[in-house]
Nanobody, 119 residues
């Protein structure tokens, strides 16, 4: 059974950078894609970025295009989210999730990591 675990969150000033990691444990991650989501207090969870596991296709929400970069290291079963030029509105709990059993369905989730951007 695959388990996902995020790390790298923290407190940063506006304009700063953070790099989130999502490590897969339990067994080798074999899935369709990995995505990063975030949820701020009182708001719905939203997708931030996604990457195909067997290809190079990526997706970014408009709000993060040009600032965030998603990448992967398949040998390490790990996905990353490089976040630059952070804004206070990027503050949220960030979750990674994997599409494992079904393409297009995120069926495996990490526990989340808090990102707080101060103004």
């Amino acid at each position: 059974q695959v388990q996902l675990s995020e790390s790298g969150g923290g407190l940063v000033q506006a304009g700063g950078s953070l790099r989130l990691s999502c490590a897969s444990s339990g067994r080798t991650f074999i899935g369709y894609a990995m995505g990063w989501f975030r949820q701020a207090p009182g708001k719905e969870r939203e997708i931030v970025a996604a990457i195909m596991w067997g290809a190079s296709n990526t997706y970014y929400a408009d709000s993060v295009k040009g600032r965030f970069t998603i990448s992967k290291d398949t040998a390490k079963n790990t996905a990353y989210l490089q976040m630059n030029s952070l804004k206070p509105e990027d503050s949220a709990v960030y979750y990674c999730a994997g599409q494992i059993a079904s393409r297009g369905v995120y069926d495996c989730w990490g526990q989340g990591t808090q990102v707080t951007v101060s103004s």
